[in-house]
């Protein structure tokens, strides 16, 4: 059962961080790497866990590259269960100078936070996940501070239906955010007062009920792959809403100008 894939480079080399869902019913991110663009052979566990500062499950990864001083940084972060629990409380980070071998996670902030994301807007890099508090959802945001701490979170959305995973694609060097719900993909933007708002008038993605079984009839987990010549997505499927065995990941490519003739931009930073 495997969820939420990364893919970055290295070199010319495809390479993905995703979420495998052990024996023990604990979460743990796992490596993979391409023989191909989408032939993926499983490498095993990015960290020696007898050194992990926390006891839970650790999920929901995100590579972010940076090139500084002509020598490339792979950032990762993710969501931790630190205790031991089923729910997540942190967001940790690591850093890697060959996307292969991970340094030890450090806690960036605490909060009930899932499937971060992280992007430049206006030149200040910033941080979105989902978070979950009783009953209800809400989509928070901190900005990433130079010195390596971060700023206080922020609820930029409080849809009034449940919400999940989220996924960012850059149009006209916008971030645009797919924000997942219960039936549909929604894109959504950051305006001038950092909130986010609709960036389109209708879902991108519907999903129907069907009789036909699918292993993704139901998609989420999305990241857009963008350092590529073909615009890709990955993401994880499963059959229905709560099956929680048989999750797989798949690629699909995606018309980066159809997409951009749907969305109004209009408000975006």
């Given at each position: 059962?495997?969820?939420?894939?990364?893919?970055?480079k290295v070199g010319d080399v495809n390479t993905m961080l995703y979420s495998a869902y052990g024996d023990d019913h604990r979460w743990r991110i796992k490596l993979a790497t391409a023989n191909n663009d989408t032939n993926?052979?499983?490498?095993?566990?990015?960290?020696?866990?007898k050194m992990l500062p926390f006891k839970g499950a650790y999920a929901f990864p995100f590579v972010r590259k940076k090139l500084a001083n002509s020598a490339t940084t792979y950032e990762l972060y993710f969501s931790v269960t630190e205790d031991g629990s089923s729910a997540y409380s942190a967001i940790y980070r690591s850093f890697s100078?060959?996307?292969?071998?991970w340094g030890a996670p450090?806690?960036?902030?605490t909060d009930s936070a899932l499937d971060p994301v992280v992007f430049t807007q206006n030149g200040r890099d910033k941080i979105m996940y989902t978070s979950t508090v009783g009953d209800k959802n809400f989509v928070k945001l901190a900005e990433?501070?130079?010195?390596?701490?971060?700023?206080?979170?922020?609820?930029?959305?409080?849809?009034?239906?449940?919400?999940?995973?989220l996924g960012v694609v850059h149009i006209n060097s916008k971030p645009v955010f797919f924000v997942e719900t219960q039936n549909s993909w929604d894109a959504y933007c950051l305006n001038a007062s950092d909130k986010l708002v609709p960036a389109s008038h209708e879902p991108i993605v519907v999903f129907k009920e069907s009789?036909?079984?699918?292993?993704?009839g139901l998609k989420y987990g999305m990241y857009f792959f963008e350092e590529t010549e073909t615009p890709t997505i990955y993401y994880n499927g499963i059959e229905a809403h709560g099956i929680e065995q048989g999750g797989q990941i798949g690629v699909a490519s995606y018309n980066a100008a159809s997409l951009a003739s749907k969305l109004d931009l209009a408000q975006c930073q």
């Open positions: 059962h495997v969820e939420y894939p990364s893919v970055f993926y052979v499983k490498q095993g566990n990015i960290f020696d866990e100078t060959n996307g292969l071998y450090k806690k960036l902030l990433l501070k130079a010195d390596g701490g971060v700023g206080t979170s922020n609820t930029v959305l409080s849809p009034q239906g449940g919400i999940y995973t009789t036909e079984k699918r292993w993704d």
